[in-house]
């Protein structure tokens, strides 16, 4: 199903078209809006060559909507970097994906949910951009990653996916809710796409100040030989696996033993962080997401309740988020108020300070730490949450909050199925060790062989 | 004299400072000068609070900061960050405001001012960065309008707020605060203070004496009081209310109040007890600041300031105090002053500069650059030689500044040129011819009659005479007798 970037520059011309005729045919909700046209192909690495973003990038002229009905018909009159950066490249923005609500975890999209190219009664994830690629839509997407929505995303999807160190790409256009732990990522076939496309987007933005001064290269560190991975030193949080089902753990386990014949050193071990790293997660999200979603008052874009003064306008119009990002705000203006706020949001910000000096340390003896995506494969429609987070959370487990806390470069990588579902490889690195990442998954990927894998299912 | 503050006022001030000569805004590029631009013509994505749109610190209201920290004696913090104080208001765009929180630029820093009973410290706690939300215009009166609209080019302004700890005693105090403060701020070249909403005042006041007596004042803060004269206004007329409530014993409550100006009163805006929790938290988007090196490379670029300059004008130019003062309240008025003085005796300059140039800029609201330094030495000139007289050379000026020319043009223009000694020598025997009461008064001792005479001379010179010259005439021919 999945086509790499090369098969799609294979069908030259036609490439956009043939993939704006397979969006106009699925009807697994994957897309919110089509915009593509092949008259507005460039050149570059990605000429002619479709790539969808998720719907809360922001896109000059196209609605841009995060999937909530409080920013139904609002046009950004600008472009995200990394749409600038894709537009540069040749690419043609061919449409805006499927998402949770401003992409939090558990909040409903106004579009209705998404269906999985694998098995359309289950769950596409938080963020509909690997499907797209799963089903073949496209080559690559790009979406954001807070609390894992791309990663998770992938795995139930059987995608790579790709999030780079904090600050590699511009945030300039992404409507985050979370903006300290929110780093744009990119899903795709291949580890060598998903990593050719980043680094297109990598490199210093001064519209972001968090922005990182240097670009980052991906493509050119893969290893080739028998041994890509000789000496690498992986390590394996025990933490990180709690709570993942016995099917997960079994590709998990396998994926653990290809990483040996590879030629790296596995290891389990324990961080003693991680179980505040989901908490703190949550509560820094809460926070951050409640001044983030402050700016949707109706006044100067998106729609605007009628009411006879405005303190009424604001309120009515802020009634159009829907019940699970209204909850998330809530939390977080009780945890953000004083009477409160030493006891949660300081606490969590000095935990967070923790969490990233146990990393640092802990990169100080492991080049690698792997853990499963997903706690579970991709979930039922209409059954709560997904992938082993019940809850209304913010992140989907300890594995994915510690590489946003950290702003860790961390991909994802199918690393086999669980009946007709995929499951997926986590791999993080070390903060802009981004290249470490990429290395191993490329690796992983080849040894694997998932794609023959994929077909013998 | 010592002051006695009879009524244990005490006055902090906090003010709101717009760095509006950083040429871009706080977070963005849009320009700092939107006088008299249409409404949300000046503003960008960043500005106007879309989505999607990340703040960009512009590196130069941050050595603006230093600037004014520097100037106020104060400490500059090395390390220091934003914080968000989040509210809702339609006129502020993401729902927050960045600013600081507990680690302002600039803490513990004072100026000194001319006090009731001499010169008096008035201490700054602390001043720090923040950015200025856009201006909302209500149709009709706030409580029953029927619509409002909102103009952002304001929106994202960088602002400095500086507090001061309530050393201030009296309204006047507080005015002559601002002035002096205002006068810092122009030389440091950061601000222009001409400009709507350049400055903007809060004032919290107490009275703490009554009766005599020591009492625990209430502290009524005064809201957004836009000009020095308003707050003196609104500080006398909460003093004048506060004294009224003790007097009455009804009570006073610690409560925000906004200056109604056309009225002259203050009035409620919101009780302290229910005010806002802004819940500030870091953000996230900014890097914190390293300041570091920037301030000693700002510290040497720093203007002379007005305190100085003062000190060294009565050194150097060996001009009386206060007419030092009178020229250093604008550093382009003291520069067209020393410009002046570097040409004639100093002390000729600094009388027709800060007592006659000024004077007459001030009457018609005209700003320095409406004379130049070539046009009142042309000026001083003519009337050193005698060529017009000082009430001459004060017209020509008024001239200058009203109808624009050249000096010498002026004097041609209107005929100012002095009449001829001999014309005066006539004159003057015609006067005394024709008032023999005055001269017999004179001879009796009766000094005024003098100027009877004298003026009498200069009727009939058209006051084109040299006034000193008429009398010095008029008492020769006198002595003749």
Request: contains cysteine; negative net charge; hydrophobic residues 40%.
């Amino acid at each position: 199903m999945a086509k790499d970037i090369a098969a799609f520059k294979a069908a030259g011309d036609k490439a956009v078209l043939e993939s704006l005729e397979k969006i106009k045919k699925d009807d697994s909700n994957i897309f919110i809006t089509v915009c593509g046209s092949s008259k507005t192909a460039g050149s570059g690495p990605l000429a002619g060559v479709p790539i969808a973003l998720s719907d809360n990038i922001s896109v000059k002229d196209v609605e841009t909507t995060c999937a909530s009905k409080i920013l139904k018909g609002y046009i950004p009159p600008f472009s995200g970097k990394a749409v600038l950066d894709l537009e540069n490249a040749g690419a043609v923005i061919i449409g805006k994906t499927n998402m949770t609500e401003f992409g939090i975890l558990g909040a409903p999209s106004a579009y209705g949910p998404a269906q999985n190219p694998h098995d359309k009664t289950k769950k596409a994830g938080p963020s509909s951009a690997a499907a797209a690629v799963a089903a073949g839509l496209v080559p690559a997407a790009v979406s954001s990653d807070a609390g894992g929505i791309l990663r998770v995303s992938a795995s139930f999807c059987g995608t790579v996916a790709f999030k780079p160190s904090y600050g590699a790409i511009s945030r300039y256009g992404l409507i985050y809710y979370a903006g300290s732990l929110d780093q744009i990522g990119v899903t795709a076939a291949t580890v060598s796409d998903a990593a050719l496309v980043a680094e297109i987007l990598s490199g210093n933005d001064l519209c972001d100040t968090t922005s990182l001064p240097e670009k980052l290269v991906y493509t050119d560190k893969i290893k080739s030989g028998d041994k890509p991975l000789d000496g690498f030193r992986i390590g394996i949080p025990e933490e990180f696996l709690e709570g993942v089902t016995a099917d997960v753990m079994k590709t998990f386990e396998e994926a653990v033993s290809t990483f040996e014949k590879l030629g790296a050193v596995c290891k389990k071990f324990s961080m003693k962080t991680a179980k505040y790293m989901q908490p703190v997660h949550d509560i820094i999200a809460a926070g951050e997401s409640s001044a983030m979603l402050a700016k949707y008052d109706g006044t100067r874009f998106g729609p605007r309740a009628e009411a006879d003064n405005w303190h009424e306008m604001i309120a009515k119009t802020r009634a159009l988020f829907g019940p699970v990002v209204r909850r998330r705000i809530m939390l977080g203006v009780y945890l953000l108020k004083t009477a409160q706020y030493n006891d949660y949001y300081m606490k969590s910000m000095q935990t967070r300070t923790l969490i990233i000096e146990e990393f640092e340390s802990v990169f100080q003896e492991y080049d690698l730490l792997v853990s499963p995506t997903t706690k579970d494969i991709a979930p039922v429609i209409g059954t709560p949450c997904n992938g082993g987070c019940a809850d209304e959370l913010s992140s989907f487990s300890a594995a994915i909050a510690g590489a946003d806390l950290a702003g860790l470069p961390a991909a994802t990588v199918p690393c086999g199925f669980v009946g007709k579902l995929p499951a997926g490889l986590q791999i993080i690195g070390g903060y802009l060790k981004d290249a470490n990442v990429i290395a191993a998954a490329e690796a992983f990927e080849k040894a694997a062989d998932f794609v023959k894998v994929q077909e013998a299912v | 004299m010592v002051y006695e503050n009879p009524d244990g006022i005490m006055i902090g001030l906090e003010i709101h400072v717009q760095l509006n000569k950083a040429n871009t805004k706080m977070f963005c590029g849009c320009t700092t000068d939107y006088t008299d631009k249409e409404a949300n013509t000046c503003v960008c994505p960043g500005c106007m609070a879309l989505p999607g749109t990340t703040p960009v610190l512009n590196e130069k209201t941050v050595d603006g900061a230093i600037k004014i920290g520097l100037a106020l004696n104060a400490e500059i913090e090395n390390e220091t960050d934003f914080f968000l104080k989040n509210y809702f208001y339609p006129d502020i765009g993401n729902g927050y405001q960045v600013t600081q929180f507990d680690k302002p630029i600039i803490k513990n820093g004072h100026i000194m001012i001319e006090g009731e009973d001499g010169e008096l410290k008035i201490r700054i706690k602390r001043a720090h960065m923040e950015n200025d939300p856009g201006k909302m215009a209500h149709f009709g009166s706030i409580e029953k309008s029927t619509g409002s609209i909102i103009d952002f080019n304001r929106s994202g302004m960088p602002l400095v707020e500086i507090v001061t700890e309530p050393d201030i005693r009296s309204s006047k105090e507080a005015r002559r605060f601002l002035d002096k403060l205002r006068s810092i701020l122009e030389y440091l070249d950061v601000f222009d203070g001409s400009r709507e909403g350049a400055m903007k005042a809060d004032a919290n006041i107490s009275v703490n004496i009554f009766n005599g007596k020591r009492i625990e004042g209430t502290r009524v803060e005064i809201k957004n009081i836009s000009s020095h004269k308003a707050v003196e206004k609104a500080i006398n007329y909460e003093i004048m209310r506060q004294k009224d409530f003790l007097r009455k014993n009804k009570p006073l409550v610690q409560e925000t109040r906004h200056y109604d100006e056309d009225r002259n009163v203050t009035v409620s805006l919101r009780v302290k007890e229910t005010a806002d929790d802004y819940r500030y938290f870091p953000d996230f988007d900014l890097v914190p600041m390293v300041v570091g090196g920037r301030v000693e490379g700002i510290r040497a670029t720093l203007p002379e300031l007005p305190d100085a300059k003062r000190e060294r004008f009565v050194k150097t130019y060996g001009i009386s105090d206060a007419h030092a003062k009178s020229l250093v309240t604008e550093r382009a008025f003291a520069d067209l002053f020393e410009n002046v003085a570097a040409a004639v005796d100093p002390k000729i300059a600094a009388s027709w500069t800060a007592d006659i140039v000024k004077g007459e800029l001030n009457y018609r609201d005209m700003p320095v650059t409406s004379v130049s330094a070539e046009d009142i030495l042309a000026v001083i000139g003519m009337v050193s030689k005698k060529e017009i007289s000082e009430e001459s050379g004060v017209l020509v000026i008024r001239t200058l500044l009203d109808e624009g020319g050249k000096p010498t043009e002026i004097v041609s223009a209107k005929g100012l040129a002095m009449v001829a000694d001999d014309f005066i020598v006539t004159a003057a025997k015609e006067a005394i011819a024709e008032s023999p009461d005055a001269v017999a008064d004179y001879k009796a001792g009766t000094e005024k009659a003098l100027n009877f005479i004298v003026g009498k001379v200069m009727q009939k010179a058209k006051g084109k005479a040299d006034a000193r010259l008429a009398r010095e005439m008029v008492l020769k021919e006198l002595e003749k007798m």
